[in-house]
């Protein structure tokens, strides 16, 4: 049960590492152009606004505290996927779709351009895709591995890649 906790705790540390570093290097290094590795406005106005170190602290919290709010079985050293997860990725597949359904043609017409639309509608897909499939293995299996993988997963979806900016710059 202790274990299990540390697993919690370490998952947690490497959602906010991660969530900190990606967008980071991404904006950087500006990988493949039109960003749609990470392709949220927020990371950029963000770090135009408060500078890329303090965007990054910001983030780090950020993963880790979403990851504790996405997780709460998990930190009490339990895995039980329930009716919440399947209800609640449910509702965010239908806003992701939807999401796409309006915010399509802006994304032809203006950045990322109709290559970039396409891919990052295609990423989107193999995340939501993998989502499914990780709740799927997690309401099998029942074990705590499988719940945290999903929790994890779920967690960087949705810091990363939920609802990506298609559209005009502001």
């Known amino acids: 049960m202790v274990r ?5 705790l370490g998952a947690a540390l490497l959602c906010g590492v991660a969530f900190a570093v990606f967008p ?3 904006l950087r290094w500006y990988f493949f152009y039109p960003y749609p590795a990470i392709p949220t406005l ?3 106005v963000l770090a ?3 500078g890329t170190l303090m965007t990054g602290c910001f983030a780090f919290l950020a993963g880790c505290g979403i990851f504790a709010i996405a997780s709460p079985t998990l930190a009490r050293g339990k895995a039980k996927i329930g009716k919440a997860q399947l209800i609640g990725l449910g509702i965010l597949t239908s806003l992701q ?3 796409f359904g309006v915010s399509w043609r802006d994304g032809y017409k203006y950045a990322p351009g109709p290559s970039g639309t396409r891919l990052i509608f295609a990423f989107s897909l193999i995340w939501l895709v993998s989502l499914w499939l990780l709740l799927r293995l997690a309401s099998a299996r029942q074990s705590y591995f499988s719940a945290l993988a999903y929790h994890f997963a779920f967690t960087m979806w949705l810091l990363i890649y939920a609802f990506p900016w298609l559209g005009e710059m502001i």
Do not use: G, I, T, V
Request: charged share 25%.
């Open 4 to 8: 299990n906790r540390e697993y919690w």
């Open 24 to 26: 980071m290097l991404s």
């Open 42 to 44: 927020f990371w950029l």
């Open 48 to 50: 135009e606004r408060l």
């Open 97 to 99: 779709l939807l999401h």
